[in-house]
């Protein structure tokens, strides 16, 4: 597709469970970030991805959250032991380098998480 | 550290007012900075840039370095402008995102 990708765009879950939430970037698309928006939180940083590898994971907020992405291309964040305060939207964005510098993001639709 | 600081969370005028969306920031160099928009039930998209000096539906930003200050202005507000605005800061390998205001622009 020409957009960025996420899948599902809804997940409702039980307190406990572990989800995995897919993101897909526009191919080509070097640079990968995952967000968490919340009601009155505004946009939280989650992982930022070069290529395969995570420079900055500082924003991921527990253990219980972890991200990988592989060939350089999908990325899935991964949620273990769910709880309700996970419920929120998570965007996933992606951009390319023009001369050494991300001039833009792309954002995907995101997924709608509802922990019960 | 908060890098970028957005300190209205809710912003309501009336159509055909002025609006300005503030925007502070906190980085040393020179980072690029932006504005995005969501409308309702659709994605985060990109409003306007500041290298690009550009107007976009009749918004402007002037990034103030004196003040690191990037805020977003349009001189008479629609209807259709009701939308949430994230301001952002990228130092180039990044992108760093303010708590958002959402403007209502009342009929």
């Known amino acids: 597709g020409a957009g960025v990708s996420q899948s599902p765009s809804n997940k409702v879950t039980e307190k406990g469970k572990d989800v995995e939430l897919r993101c897909d970037p526009i191919s080509g698309h070097t640079a990968l970030y995952w967000y968490r928006q919340s009601l009155g939180q505004g946009l939280e940083f989650l992982i930022y991805f070069q290529g395969n590898s995570a420079p900055d994971k500082s924003g991921l907020p527990s253990d219980r959250f972890s991200a990988e992405r592989t060939g350089g291309s999908v990325s899935t964040l991964t949620i273990q032991r769910t709880q309700q305060e996970d419920s929120a939207v998570y965007l996933c964005?992606?951009?390319?380098?023009?001369?050494?510098?991300?001039?833009?993001?792309?954002f995907g639709q995101g997924t709608r998480l509802t922990v019960v | 550290a908060q890098r970028v600081t957005q300190p209205e969370k809710l912003l309501s005028v009336f159509k055909g007012a002025p609006v300005e969306l503030k925007c502070n920031y906190s980085?040393?160099?020179?980072?690029?900075l932006f504005w995005y928009v969501q409308y309702s039930r659709q994605r985060l998209q990109l409003l306007l840039r500041h290298i690009s000096r550009e107007s976009i539906k009749g918004f402007t930003a002037d990034l103030n370095k004196g003040e690191t200050s990037f805020h977003l202005k349009k001189p008479f507000a629609q209807e259709e402008d009701s939308a949430m605005y994230y301001c952002a800061l990228s130092p180039g390998n990044q992108f760093y995102f303010g708590t958002g205001t959402s403007l209502t622009v009342i009929p």
């Open positions: 964005a992606s951009s390319l380098a023009t001369h050494g510098r991300f001039t833009e993001a792309f």
């Open positions: 980085y040393s160099g020179s980072p690029e």
